[in-house]
């Protein structure tokens, strides 16, 4: 029996699940939190217990030293060559990554260098991936790309009608994002529909702090929200998604703080979406809340949001001509059940019927009617399990 570690590396965290494998029995997780500030957090839960820590964890490095050894400490491993895969979660893959990767010295180096398309998130990524192969380097490294599930998009959908330079010089395009997120769902889906991946037309839509809604066909990404960086598409908690790019130059010429296109982009990414309208928060819960107590601004907040996610449906209804079913994944899609009838409200005409009552059934997994042509489900999101399967398929 065989150890696999998920991984999955942000600027400031890191997050990881320790699978046995082949079972796909999780025998540990955790996190590391507020990496380089001071009082970083660092949890572990193993054994139906969880150990919190605070004390200061200056890089990643050691971050994944002091994982090894709470590995040991805790009597969570006996020795460290039990782990024989780690997979890294890398956001940016570009057009080079359609796949899983086996992780090698050039593959490094092509992760780093697509930063340019993920400058917050592969530079981090990749010093995750150096951290653990410097510390387990007999364990077999794998990179598994957010984009990679969307590589299978035409290039009708993928190209922006920009002059055909910005594309062959550029690779201006639209990439995508939470591709791990849609195929799993969208293959979960498919068993619940009893039918074969193959003849399956899918919607899912991935709601958490980020956001984005794909359109698989055949089990293949077809179109997806996001676009050249993840502030396309839809309305998220602190990103604007998709509007008039004409509001950029506008804003510099009007508002002396945003100096920079980097401003504007900043203020879009950081500022806007639910935090931007409601001026209360970025969660859905305190919008929740604020809607509850009347506040205007969070009524205007949530039903922005939930316009652009039906906008986004009815874009996918139409491109595939149908779907057996809608999915709802991540933080908000599988806890929000008023985001979920907000945004299924008046669909009848498409053949999509909410069963209320089983929308607000915490943890059902069919939330439409019997008579419902198009089935909408809620299926938790497990994008570790996914990484843990594809390093295991890779292993030496
Ligand atoms: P990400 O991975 O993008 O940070 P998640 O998928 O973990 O996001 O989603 C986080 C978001 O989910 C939070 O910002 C919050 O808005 C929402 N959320 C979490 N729990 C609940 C809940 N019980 N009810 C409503 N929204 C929730």
Same mark, same amino acid.
Request: glycine content about 8%; hydrophobic content about 40%; aromatic content about 8%.
């Given at each position: 029996?065989?150890?696999?570690?998920?991984?999955?590396?942000?600027?400031?965290?890191?997050?990881?699940?320790?699978?046995?494998?082949?079972?796909?029995?999780?025998?540990?997780?955790?996190?590391?939190?507020?990496?380089?500030?001071?009082?970083?957090?660092?949890?572990?839960?193993?054994?139906?217990?969880?150990?919190?820590?605070?004390?200061?964890?200056?890089?990643?490095?050691?971050?994944?030293?002091?994982?090894?050894?709470?590995?040991?400490?805790?009597?969570?491993?006996?020795?460290?060559?039990?782990?024989?895969?780690?997979?890294?979660?890398?956001?940016?893959?570009?057009?080079?990554?359609?796949?899983?990767?086996?992780?090698?010295?050039?593959?490094?180096?092509?992760?780093?260098?697509?930063?340019?398309?993920?400058?917050?998130?592969?530079?981090?990524?990749?010093?995750?991936?150096?951290?653990?192969?410097?510390?387990?380097?007999?364990?077999?490294?794998?990179?598994?790309?957010?984009?990679?599930?969307?590589?299978?998009?035409?290039?009708?959908?993928?190209?922006?009608?920009?002059?055909?330079?910005?594309?062959?010089?550029?690779?201006?395009?639209?990439?995508?994002?939470?591709?791990?997120?849609?195929?799993?769902?969208?293959?979960?889906?498919?068993?619940?529909?009893?039918?074969?991946?193959?003849?399956?037309?899918?919607?899912?839509?991935?709601?958490?702090?980020?956001?984005?809604?794909?359109?698989?066909?055949?089990?293949?990404?077809?179109?997806?929200?996001?676009?050249?960086?993840?502030?396309?598409?839809?309305?998220?908690?602190?990103?604007?998604?998709?509007?008039?790019?004409? +509001?950029?130059?506008?804003?510099?010429?009007? /508002?002396?703080? !945003?100096?920079? %296109?980097? =401003? @504007?982009?900043?203020?879009?990414?950081?500022?806007?979406?639910?935090?931007?309208?409601?001026?209360?928060?970025?969660?859905?819960?305190?919008?929740?809340?604020?809607?509850?107590?009347?506040?205007?601004?969070?009524?205007?907040?949530?039903?922005?949001?939930?316009?652009?996610?039906?906008?986004?449906?009815?874009?996918?209804?139409?491109?595939?001509?149908?779907?057996?079913?809608?999915?709802?994944?991540?933080?908000?899609?599988?806890?929000?059940?008023?985001?979920?009838?907000?945004?299924?409200?008046?669909?009848?005409?498409?053949?999509?019927?909410?069963?209320?009552?089983?929308?607000?059934?915490?943890?059902?997994?069919?939330?439409?009617?019997?008579?419902?042509? +198009?089935?909408?489900?809620?299926?938790?999101? /497990?994008?570790? !399990?996914?990484? %843990?399967? =594809? @390093?295991?398929?890779?292993?030496?």
């Amino acid at each position: 029996m065989s150890k696999t570690l998920s991984v999955n590396a942000g600027s400031s965290s890191l997050k990881w699940q320790l699978y046995e494998m082949p079972e796909e029995k999780v025998i540990a997780k955790g996190m590391f939190e507020r990496i380089g500030l001071k009082d970083s957090i660092v949890t572990v839960k193993f054994d139906g217990k969880k150990e919190e820590q605070i004390f200061d964890v200056p890089n990643h490095v050691e971050a994944v030293e002091r994982l090894l050894e709470d590995f040991k400490r805790l009597h969570i491993l006996s020795d460290l060559t039990e782990i024989t895969g780690v997979g890294h979660r890398v956001v940016a893959g570009g057009e080079l990554f359609k796949t899983s990767t086996l992780i090698t010295p050039e593959v490094l180096e092509e992760i780093k260098a697509l930063s340019n398309l993920a400058p917050l998130h592969n530079p981090a990524n990749a010093q995750g991936i150096e951290a653990f192969m410097k510390l387990l380097p007999d364990a077999t490294a794998v990179a598994v790309f957010d984009t990679a599930f969307h590589t299978t998009m035409p290039e009708k959908a993928f190209r922006y009608p920009l002059p055909n330079k910005y594309y062959d010089e550029f690779q201006v395009r639209k990439y995508g994002a939470h591709g791990t997120s849609h195929m799993y769902v969208s293959q979960e889906a498919a068993k619940l529909l009893g039918k074969p991946l193959e003849a399956t037309k899918i919607i899912t839509c991935h709601i958490g702090n980020g956001a984005s809604i794909t359109a698989v066909a055949g089990g293949k990404s077809i179109d997806t929200s996001m676009g050249f960086t993840p502030l396309g598409g839809i309305m998220m908690g602190t990103r604007s998604g998709e509007l008039d790019p004409s +509001v950029f130059p506008y804003l510099m010429a009007n /508002d002396p703080t !945003l100096k920079t %296109a980097q =401003d @504007v982009v900043d203020m879009m990414n950081q500022k806007s979406g639910l935090t931007g309208i409601s001026e209360i928060s970025s969660d859905m819960r305190d919008i929740r809340d604020g809607r509850a107590n009347g506040n205007k601004k969070a009524i205007l907040a949530f039903e922005m949001y939930c316009d652009r996610i039906k906008k986004y449906i009815g874009q996918y209804l139409a491109v595939m001509n149908g779907a057996d079913a809608i999915v709802f994944t991540a933080g908000i899609g599988e806890n929000a059940e008023y985001m979920r009838a907000g945004v299924l409200e008046g669909l009848s005409w498409f053949g999509i019927e909410l069963d209320q009552e089983k929308n607000n059934t915490p943890g059902a997994i069919e939330i439409s009617t019997q008579n419902s042509r +198009v089935k909408v489900f809620v299926i938790p999101t /497990d994008e570790e !399990l996914v990484i %843990a399967r =594809d @390093v295991e398929a890779l292993k030496k």
